[in-house]
């Protein structure tokens, strides 16, 4: 029991889902206790974390990753930051989320989809998109031309984009985003 939710754990960041700890040989009353030893501490409505975990600047992608289920990705302008490509200061976390995902919540700016493998980065306690697909998505979307330019520039300079692999994926992608991504990259 204990075995099954520690990997969990370790893997998201100190957080778990109670339907996790529940899944992992955990009674309610099990779970309750160990909220009101202290053990760990309820940070969203069926979300716990382990009391002493260590804290960092990262910790809310964990979060909202763990949350949202397995096939939760951060994407779009939250991903861009992360990979240090443009400077949009996004005002939500943007996740990307197969299918439809359970809870909501009004920091979040969901987007739906499936990925790919190719499309996914793995930072240990998160998944997030690529610079690739960042920048696809961001292109599909409603950023500014000049933002998109920015976020471009930045990955080339930074070595994280590749002028050819981008180019061929957002030819796949549809007019629009190959259009704009061209424009990108003159």
């Not at 939710?5 to 889902?17: A, K, S």
């Not at 443009?86 to 439809?100: C, D, I, K, M, Y």
Request: charged share 25%; proline share 3%.
């Amino acid at each position: 029991m204990v075995e099954r939710l520690d990997c969990l754990v370790t893997e998201q960041d100190g957080f778990f889902t109670r339907a996790q700890a529940l899944d992992a040989g955990y009674r309610s009353v099990d779970i309750a206790t160990r909220v009101s030893e202290g053990s760990w501490t309820v940070v969203e409505a069926d979300l716990l974390r382990v009391a002493d975990w260590p804290r960092h600047a990262f910790e809310e992608f964990s979060k909202w990753c763990a949350w949202l289920g397995a096939s939760a990705v951060i994407s779009h302008q939250s991903a861009s930051e992360l990979h240090g490509m443009g400077s949009l200061h996004p005002q939500f976390v943007h996740v990307r989320v197969a299918g439809t995902a359970g809870p909501h919540d009004q920091r979040l700016a969901l987007h739906r989809g499936r990925l790919v493998g190719d499309d996914i980065e793995f930072t240990g306690t998160f998944r997030m998109t690529t610079p690739t697909r960042t920048v696809l998505d961001l292109a599909a979307g409603g950023i500014s031309q000049f933002t998109l330019d920015e976020v471009v520039a930045d990955g080339l300079m930074l070595g994280r984009l590749d002028p050819t692999v981008l180019r061929t994926r957002a030819d796949e992608a549809g007019d629009r985003v190959r259009d704009r991504v061209e424009a990108s990259l003159r």
